[in-house]
């Protein structure tokens, strides 16, 4: 399976600030997504990255509250911005399609970012 | 969006005792994917399934996708202290998107 880094692993920001989440995989993926995982809770889908355009947003979320960026096949960030309490959650890139034999429909998932919003 | 009810919600077992649990929906699902979570650690990918009727092994752990395609179940044989985690059942709908599980946090006891 491919190696997925994000960056910060965790923090801690204070209400109405903005933090920018990365993910960085050590093969070109065509397909990378976010997810959020609430304290407790199953996963849920924020968005699909795509590479040259503009991200795919699920219901309830939107781009001025989560802006994606993906430069290039191997890199993705997420910027949670104007944090509140409700965004504490560990934010997850997941990437599917992975050379090396991976089946194209297996997602594998980065450590997570554990965020807290005070 | 489409609704994968897992079961049971947790469980505490002893060491040694066997496991298993699953995964249903009213809707048709082309993948089931189960993965396990560690604390503090993103989902790690456990076992994939493609067919319907597919039964597959990992070690002491072997999952089944069912018949109907609505439906998906993991065993855990022998468990031991390192089996502890939440397992979630994930399911590809449409070709086109994942819907997770609820997960089943498992306690085991030494």
């Known amino acids: 399976s491919a190696v997925i880094s994000q960056k910060p692993s965790r923090d801690i920001c204070q209400r109405g600030t903005s933090l920018t989440i990365q993910c960085q995989v050590d093969?070109?993926?065509?397909?990378m997504f976010w997810y959020r995982q609430q304290p407790g809770q199953s996963l849920t889908l924020i968005a699909t990255?795509?590479?040259?355009?503009?991200?795919?947003?699920e219901s309830g979320f939107v781009i001025d509250k989560f802006p994606i960026s993906r430069p290039n096949l191997t890199f993705s960030t997420l910027t949670v911005s104007n944090m509140s309490p409700e965004d504490s959650s560990i934010y997850l890139c997941?990437?599917?399609?992975?050379?090396?034999?991976?089946?194209?429909?297996?997602?594998?998932f980065g450590p997570g970012t554990r965020l807290t919003v005070l | 969006g489409q609704q994968l009810n897992q079961s049971p919600q947790s469980m505490f077992i002893q060491e040694g005792e066997d496991v298993s649990m699953n995964c249903t929906s009213s809707?048709?699902?082309?993948?089931w994917l189960w993965y396990k979570q560690d604390p503090g650690e993103g989902p790690v990918l456990l076992i994939a399934?493609?067919?319907?009727?597919e039964l597959t092994s990992n070690g002491r752990l072997t999952a089944q996708f069912g018949i109907t395609r609505k439906d998906s179940f993991l065993n855990i044989s022998a468990s031991i202290p390192s089996d502890v985690g939440i397992y979630f059942c994930?399911?590809?709908?449409?070709?086109?998107?994942?819907?997770f599980g609820s997960g089943t946090k498992l306690n085991v006891k030494p």
């Open positions: 997941s990437v599917e399609g992975v050379p090396q034999g991976a089946r194209y429909n297996e997602q594998f």
């Open positions: 093969s070109q993926v065509t397909m």
């Open positions: 990255a795509n590479q040259g355009s503009e991200a795919t947003y």
């Open positions: 809707s048709i699902f082309n993948t």
């Open positions: 399934l493609y067919k319907a009727g």
């Open positions: 994930a399911g590809l709908y449409n070709f086109n998107k994942f819907y």
